[in-house]
């Protein structure tokens, strides 16, 4: 996430997102979205309303997938 948002070694840590920026009131495409372990942003909606994410070391590799974000925290910059 910091090669595309920029930050210091503090963003290591994918719970650290969750002070970036200022609230996002919601998901919506460009947020960074905020799991206690994972971090990602959000490029997009399936016809059938799921958030697209891409992410990086998500199961070793840059991943951009429906993924359910319940329970996350959505940050813009």
């Keep these: 996430m910091r090669t595309q948002k920029g930050g210091g070694p503090e963003l290591n ?3 650290n ?3 970036w ?6 998901p ?3 947020a960074v979205v905020v799991w206690s372990h994972h971090v990602g942003m959000i490029t997009g909606r399936t016809k ?3 958030w697209i994410v891409k992410s990086g070391n998500d199961d ?3 991943r951009e997938q429906p993924r359910s974000v319940a329970g996350a925290v959505f ?3």
Excluded: E, M
């Design 75 to 77: 940050r813009v910059g």
């Design 60 to 62: 070793g590799r840059v």
């Design 13 to 15: 840590l994918a719970r």
């Design 17 to 19: 997102w969750a002070k």
């Design 21 to 26: 920026g200022r609230p996002a009131g919601g």
């Design 28 to 30: 919506r495409v460009g």
């Design 48 to 50: 059938d309303g799921q």
